[in-house]
């Protein structure tokens, strides 16, 4: 994945590859601007810099965005920004539920008031607009790091009546070139892209009826599972209770994900539009593309299915050179919550946490590189931090939590920002 350069005056150019990142660096032209994601800056200003138009390509989802970077052909740069809009959604509701509680215990019964509060125009959910804000706060960081020069966003529109009765305003909606692959594409997010009933991955996949149609089975989303070609062709027209009834786990799965509300499908149309004019506010031409079309580009290009790949493959595309092998992992983590008293499941008070965000130099949320040299705890460990008054840290490693580690041997890698990365 190439790098970002900046210009003495901060100036984005053209982002350079990383042997020669590395050249720069060695040779005292460059130093380090950002870790995540890696940026240089020129030590000595270029007067006259020039630049070649990129385009920056979004492909939103419920749980994961991909974002790609493209010049010309090439994809250069590559994420995937993973949201937390249901984690917000749950907090939501544990805290709703803690106060209706209070409310109960503490205060007489009053009847409820429903028109007391007014809404603004375009309000969403918090746990909707998580999402919006998340991808905006990407688009606003790599325009500072890159000449982009327009945004590319995939407009999906999952038609929920569409998913539960492909019928319902007639046989047009059906046909063309990309028909079926809205349906499919969600029926593939919907199953973990596995056949649901052996597993198996990696292969060709068919869309295959729970309920057959030859037993009075529908085309409704809630009645379509994703199976293998073996699978498909052993079941056949049997009853799933007859075909699994040596495997009774795997049923009760089957029959109660089949059921599953289409709450990702919700999420996507509701944020589509604002997202879109909240990229038209920034000023560059904004290109759209269904979902359909990303995908027939992607297929057609025999490019596997990733959240990036598909930000690379939105609007219109001839043909793609990848130079991104391992793209920037992103989660959304937050800036932290303002609850002095946290409480155990049952909603009681169990401890109290200081109004100080700052120990020791250090703040909860900071990438930092622990080299532990002594102790039961010899090793290096890098991760988020989380910081105590005594100056004993906790460190979030990939291998899990590690705690009890010195501010001493802690070292800024990336000051908090509200995400974490992984390359």
Known sequence: MRVFVLNNNLQPLDPCKPARARILLSTGKAKVYRRYPFTIV?????????????????????????????????????????????????????????????????????????????????????????????????????????????????LVRFDTQKLQNPEISGIEYQQGTLYGYELREYLLEKWNRKCAYCGATGIQLEIEHIKPKSKGGSDRA???????????????????????????????RILSQAKRPLVDAASVNSTRWKLYHELKSIGLPVEVGSGGLTKFNRCRQNLPKTHWLDAANVGKVETLIVEVTHPLIITAKGHGTRQLCRTNKYGFPIRHCSRIKFHKGFQTGDIVRAVVTKGKKVGTYVGRVATRKSGSFNISTKLGLVQGISHKYCQFIHRKDGYAYTN
């Open 42 to 154: 020129l030590r000595e200003e270029i007067k006259e810099p020039i630049t070649h138009e990129h385009q920056l390509k979004i492909d939103p989802g419920a749980k994961t965005s991909g974002l790609a970077i493209v010049q010309g052909e090439r994809v250069i740069w590559g994420a995937e920004l993973t949201h937390r809009g249901f984690k917000i959604r749950d907090a939501l509701n544990f805290r709703r539920q803690l106060r209706s509680s209070r409310r109960n215990r503490k205060t007489r019964y009053r009847k409820p008031r429903f028109l007391n509060r007014t809404r603004p125009e375009g309000w969403l959910p918090p746990s909707l607009m998580s999402r919006v804000q998340n991808i905006l706060t990407w688009v606003k960081k790599l325009t500072r790091l890159c000449p982009v020069a327009g945004i590319s966003q995939e």
């Open 222 to 252: 809630s009645n379509l599972t994703i199976a293998c070609h073996p699978c498909n062709q052993a079941k056949s027209n049997q009853d799933i209770e007859l075909f699994l009834s040596l495997k009774p786990s795997i049923l009760k």
